[in-house]
């Protein structure tokens, strides 16, 4: 067994021994620091109509640090000294303490956590403190990720304005004021933010934000086009797609659909890349239009994406044919007359 197996096993066996264990404190305080990756073994249940059916043994990645946080909050049972540790002037024991925090899920963590936003310099830490937050879900949370995303001067704003849409608590009038911040990490989270509202009179702000300086900013607003599945914007996607975008406008115009945006999906399972076909299998498996099932039949042979290929060509037809060219082949010639248009 491996040191890190050995430390991370003392770690759980005396979370376990609860207040009995108090005498371990000290040295569970010394491991906070520990960002050893550390295998721990859970079970995973299945459930079938809401009950119970099968349970598996599986796996989950953490840190002995983590769990030693976390062993401390079942030996104290006192939350105000893992608060404390958030302090911490090491970063490793701030951002173990933050995964740990996950799990226990204590309400009484919002305002530190909301602090370790504003005011930690690891992006690291920041973005498991957001993620705790986005975890326990409450709304008390809102206002104060507000004052965070406002403040040009803290260092979470991103962190803040990922927190605020998965809570339910962005407002467009703020996204449309950052979007005139100088740090263009804000900026782009924030187009990113308006994007997932789903908003289509916001459309006119994305394609002009298809000419901003910044390429994050750029992207971005390619995604936030294919989410509100605006067709106005696949004349303008099309060329920029011959530039670094082009798995930004591949997404997108699988969102969108239409004539030309399956010709161009088509055309770009040609591509050199395979990451490029890969990502225009998905999208025309998603507009399921029958005119790609020619070039998708003919990708089979790409032993890379087979498997991607048979998912998008069971999505366009609902056939049940092996993974195969030659049957898909077969099974075309069968039935290719359905599909008006498609030869």
Known sequence: MENKDIRGNAVLRLGELGSVGRGAAPALLEVLDDTTPFRLTITITSYDRGKPSKSERGYRTTTVGA?????????????????????????QVRSNVVMALKEIKDLRTIEPLVEILNTDKIRGVREKAVAVLIELGDPEAVPLLLVVAKDQNSKGRVQAIVGLGELG???????????????????????????????????????????????????????????????????LLIPVANGPFVLEVVEALGEIGGEQSVE?????????????????????????????????????????????????????????????????????ELNKAQYAGAQ
């Open 67 to 91: 769990e030693a946080a976390k062993a401390l909050w079942r030996i104290e049972r006192k939350i105000e000294l893992l608060i404390a540790q958030l302090r911490h002037e090491d970063w």
């Open 169 to 235: 608590g962005v407002e467009v009038s703020l996204l449309i004021e950052v979007l005139k911040d100088k740090d263009v990490e804000v900026k782009a989270q924030a187009v990113a933010s308006l994007g997932d509202l789903g908003d289509r009179e916001l459309s006119p702000l994305f394609l002009e934000l298809l000419n901003d300086q910044h390429s994050k900013v750029q992207a971005q607003a390619i995604v936030a086009l294919g989410k509100i599945k605006e067709v106005q914007a696949i004349p």
């Open 264 to 332: 161009f999906l088509i055309a770009a399972l040609e591509d050199q890349r395979s990451v490029v076909r890969g990502r225009a299998v998905v999208a025309l498996g998603k507009v399921k239009d029958p005119r790609a099932l020619p070039a998708l039949i003919d990708l089979l042979e790409d032993k890379q994406l087979q498997g991607t290929v048979f998912w998008a060509l069971q999505e366009i037809t609902g056939a049940v044919v092996p993974a195969y060219k030659e049957q898909w082949k077969e099974w075309w």
